[in-house]
T-cell receptor, first 113, second 118 residues
Framework: GNSVTQMEGPVTLSEEAFLTINCTYTATGYPSLFWYVQYPGEGLQLLLKATKADDKGSNKGFEATYRKETTSFHLEKGSVQVSDSAVYFCALTGGGSQGNLIFGKGTKLSVKP | GAGVSQTPSNKVTEKGKYVELRCDPISGHTALYWYRQSLGQGPEFLIYFQGTGAADDSGLPNDRFFAVRPEGSVSTLKIQRTERGDSAVYLC????????????????FGEGSRLTVL
């Protein structure tokens, strides 16, 4: 079945540093890819998505490009802020029922002032 | 309501007891999902409803777990004879399905119900 592997954390960065969180996937067919974020004390929320190869999802300064050749969907941000401190989850559609998502284990990001 | 609401936010129970967790999805969202998140792990799919029916229950770990959505809105996840290994955060999500049947891909999550089985 479909699966996703993401970079283990925690990741600690200083404000304005460059962020990369790696995510690779295994899938049959053509899944959609997502990054979800969970801020402290809040529920998971969609950060960005890409539905086909070479699509770039972007939101709040974060970007990720759907790379079919490397089966990757790495999350990047050029200059992180303290408010970006959260847990980030890479996910893809499961290949079974429509809308079911398979999540990675999550990467905790802490940004220090 | 404005978002997905889950109750209780915390539940502590003893091994062997019965537990119900409730989810109130966003109004108008026809698809509803239950996930389980153990410490240090990502959410793990349990069951998916489209309307009143369970469209996919392949993630339920065993027959102690059951979920209903009798009127196509509120859903209840039921766990019988709880075990210590059931301790986790149970997440509910809802989404709006397009007329074509393809989901938008965006799930709206509640804050979860933290279950602790002693």
């Amino acid at each position: 079945g479909n699966s996703v592997t993401q970079m283990e954390g925690p990741v600690t960065l200083s404000e304005e540093a460059f962020l990369t969180i790696n995510c690779t996937y295994t899938a049959t067919g053509y899944p959609s890819l997502f990054w979800y974020v969970q801020y402290p004390g809040e529920g998971l929320q969609l950060l960005l998505k890409a539905t086909k190869a070479d699509d770039k999802g972007s939101n709040k300064g974060f970007e990720a490009t759907y790379r079919k050749e490397t089966t990757s969907f790495h999350l990047e941000k050029g200059s992180v802020q303290v408010s970006d401190s959260a847990v980030y989850f890479c996910a893809l559609t499961g290949g079974g029922s429509q809308g079911n998502l398979i999540f990675g284990k999550g990467t905790k990001l802490s940004v220090k002032p | 309501g404005a978002g997905v609401s889950q109750t209780p936010s915390n539940k502590v129970t003893e091994k062997g007891k019965y537990v119900e967790l409730r989810c109130d999805p966003i109004s108008g969202h026809t698809a509803l999902y239950w996930y389980r998140q153990s410490l240090g792990q990502g959410p793990e799919f349990l069951i998916y409803f489209q309307g009143t029916g369970a469209a996919d229950d392949s993630g339920l770990p065993n027959d102690r777990f059951f979920a209903v959505r009798p009127e196509g809105s509120v859903s209840t996840l039921k766990i019988q004879r709880t075990e210590r290994g059931d301790s986790a955060v149970y997440l509910c999500a809802s989404s709006l399905r397009r007329a074509s049947g393809l989901d938008t891909g965006e799930l709206f999550f509640g804050e979860g119900s933290r279950l602790t089985v002693l």
